[in-house]
C-alpha cells in the first residue's frame, strides 16, 4: 500500500480530492493543511506521492518538497497552482517536483486523475527499484532542441551497436511523441507503440512493456513513438516516468530519443537518465540553440558531467573547428561523427549505417561512441 499526503488550507479541496482518490486501489490517504507538516509525514513514512494544493503557498511547497526530495528521493511530489510561469518551474524542477499543474478550468476528477496517474508512476518506479537484476540499467538520453542534427539517426545506430556488437540487452524508447522517425529508421512495422502501452497502464508491468516493444533484426527492442500526432496528448509525464522504470528491467541499457524541443517529457526523461548526450553540429544555428540548452540545463540543478556534447557531421566544411564549437558551447567533444552520404542513403532503406555498412568511417565513429557509452 502506498501513501498520498495531500497538503492544502482548502478543507474542501482536500476532502473532495480525498473522495475521488478513495477508489484507487491501495492509496492510503493523509489530508494536512501545513507544507511542513506535509514533508514531515512524507519523510517518516516514506511517501509514494505527495501534492501541494493551490491555496499553499507555493515558496512554502517548494522548500518542503526540496526537503522531501532529498530524505525520500522515490517520493513523486506535484505543486498544483492558478499560476504558471517560468521561474516557477525552473524553482519547481529544482526543488525536486515532478510536475506543475495548472488547476486554472480543471475539475477535482482531472485533477484526481493526473494524481492517480503520479501514484501509478510512483508504483511503477518502486516495482523497478525492488526488481529483478537489469533494474539498474543505465539510462541514456540523446537530445538537442533543434531539430536536423542527426540525433535519432545516432540513437537507432547506438542501440543497434550494443545489441548486435557488444552483445548487451538494449531498449530503445522513442520520445519523440508526435514525429518520432524510430519505426522508418528501424524498418519496423509499428504494430504496437507507446499510445497502446499508456492505454494499458492500470496493469502495466515489465512483461507487458515488452509486448507492446517491436524486437528489431539486432536484438534492440524498441518501444515506438505514437503513430497519430494526437495520440500523444494521452502519454503523460508520469506515465512516461513509469515507462522508464519499467524497461530498466527489460534490459542492460535504455536509450531514449527525445523531440528536438526543451519540455516536460525531456524532462522526464533526463531525470531518469545517468548519462545525457547532446548532438550539436557544425553550425552556428545549432551552436547557440546547444549553448542555451545546456545553460537552462545548469539552472534546472543537473549535475555536472551528466552531459556529454556529441558533434555530427564534425568534418563538415563551413569554416569551423571542432575545437572553435567547444569553446562556444563550453563543453568537451566526447565524440565526432563524420559526415557521410551513407548515412540518408540508410535511412531511406530503413537499415542503421553501422549495420549496413560496418567499415565506413561514420560507422567506426557510431561503435566508438557506443563502447564510450557503455564502459562511461
Known sequence: MGLAVVCDLDNEFRDRLEKVLSPVEGLEYIGVTNPADAAAVACER???????????????????????????????????????????????????????????????????????????????????????????????????????????????????IMAKTLGKRVALLDLDLESGDGAVMLGLEPASTIYDAVQAFDRLDAQLLQSFMREHESGARVLLAPVQPEQAESVTNARVAGIISLARELADLVVIDTPGRLDETVLTAIDKSDQVLAVATMDLPSIKNMKVSLAKLKQLGYRNGLVRLVLNRADSKVFLEPSDVEKAIGANVVARIPSDRLVPRSVNRGVPVALDQPRSPVARSMVELARFVVDG
Not at 80 to 100: I, K, S
Not at 134 to 148: E, R
Open 46 to 160: 516514506d511517501a509514494w506521492i505527495v501534492v501541494f494544493g493551490p491555496s499553499t503557498d507555493c515558496d512554502a511547497a517548494l522548500a518542503a518538497g526540496e526537503s522531501i526530495s532529498s530524505v525520500t528521493p522515490r517520493t513523486l511530489t506535484l505543486l498544483m497552482t492558478r499560476v504558471v510561469d517560468t521561474d516557477l518551474l525552473r524553482r519547481a524542477m529544482r526543488a525536486g517536483f515532478r510536475d506543475v499543474i495548472d488547476v486554472e478550468g480543471v475539475t477535482y476528477g482531472g485533477l484526481a486523475a493526473t494524481v492517480a496517474e503520479a501514484y501509478d508512476a510512483a508504483s511503477a518506479v518502486r516495482g523497478a527499484g525492488d526488481g529483478p537484476p537489469g533494474s539498474d540499467a543505465k539510462v541514456i538520453t540523446v537530445f538537442s532542441t533543434k531539430g536536423g542534427v542527426g540525433k535519432s539517426v545516432i540513437a537507432t545506430n547506438l542501440v543497434s
